[in-house]
């Protein structure tokens, strides 16, 4: 089975508002397949290449869970699927400049074989400006014409891209999003923008245009044109199991775009089958592994029927 591993790479430049769940979701949304990919965090905060699949257990709503599913991805080409944020807001307090910049260092650090692809959104629908492409001049000549203007329709365009990366060639694909995280233009709200992601296997990894000591101090700030919404891309990272970077400086940007690339690179992939049995709805899930581990990166949950229930004799087979 191919490996598809999407990611976001949310660009903001301040702090955000309260964050909300989601309780607007359809409930009659399936999953046919759960995909879970993660990134498990050794000491000194790099991922770990060497897990074996006895190393790790699976669980959803704290009960262990079955799964058919185990592949690791390491040194694979990706796809990635660049949004950019083309409304009026990124004009202020050098926004725009500054995503410029956080994507040239992304595209200095690319593999052979990996691809890039430019969608601009506005006030209606994300357009696709480049297709997939090798050639990393197409993309860079478009970028450098974006002019920003208008109103932004972020959930909208956030909402359509998992889709629109499904047109890339390699099995490993990311969907890299430059934006302030303001909106003010689409018909989704900011409610129902995370019960959009419930579904899909969309690790979220987010760059701030600010200090990275200010990180701390994330439920605090404001939300303003001429900030953004970060705590909004927070809260969109942490569902989808990404991590949220912040900076300023170009060293900053070649620190996270150097961590986006060796999450991209070393990426498990677990899944399993729902049963069809019980009601749909979310469902959380988590990991345990063993060995030294530090952390766990992997998506908050997926809205379906029951997992299948790892029976006594399976655990004591695995274990």
């Known amino acids: 089975m191919k490996t598809t591993v999407l990611a976001l790479l949310l660009f903001a430049a301040a702090a ?54 185990f592949e690791k991805s390491q040194n694979a080409p990706v796809s990635f699927a660049i949004l950019l944020d083309g409304s009026g807001s990124m004009h202020l307090a050098g926004k725009m400049e500054a995503a410029r910049a956080a994507l040239t260092t992304l595209i200095a650090s690319r593999k052979p074989g990996d691809e890039f692809a430019l969608y601009v959104f506005d006030d209606r629908e994300a357009h696709e400006i480049v297709p997939f492409t090798e050639d990393v001049d197409k993309i860079l000549r478009a970028l450098a014409n974006v002019k920003p203007y208008g109103k932004t329709a972020f959930f909208d365009a956030v909402a359509t891209m998992p889709e629109r990366s499904e047109l890339g060639k390699n099995a490993t694909r990311a969907i890299v999003l430059l934006s302030d995280g303001i909106d003010n233009a689409s018909k989704l709200t900011r409610r129902q923008l995370p019960g959009k992601l419930e579904g899909v296997p969309v690790p979220i990894y987010a760059l701030g245009l600010r200090p990275p000591a200010e990180k701390a101090k994330l439920k605090k700030m404001p939300v303003s044109e001429e900030l953004s919404d970060l705590r909004l891309l927070d809260e969109i990272a942490n569902i989808t199991g990404g991590k949220l970077f912040l900076g300023t400086k170009p060293q900053d940007f070649i620190e996270a775009a150097s961590a986006l690339d060796r999450d991209l690179r070393v990426q498990y992939l677990i899944g399993f089958s729902p049963t069809g049995k019980g009601a749909v709805k979310y469902r959380r899930i988590s990991l345990k592994v063993a060995g030294r581990v530090q952390t766990v990166r992997v998506r908050a949950g997926y809205r379906g029927t029951e997992p299948p229930v790892l029976s006594a004799t399976r655990k004591s087979k695995r274990g």
Do not use: C, H
């Not at 498990?40 to 790099?46: E, L, Q, S």
């Open 16 to 69: 955000g508002a309260p964050a909300q769940t989601s309780d607007v979701a359809s409930e009659t949304v399936s999953v046919n397949y759960v995909m879970i990919p993660f990134t498990p965090i050794g000491p000194k905060g790099r991922p770990l290449a060497d897990l074996k699949e006895k190393d790790i257990s699976l669980f959803v709503d704290g009960k262990p869970v079955a799964r058919d599913l």
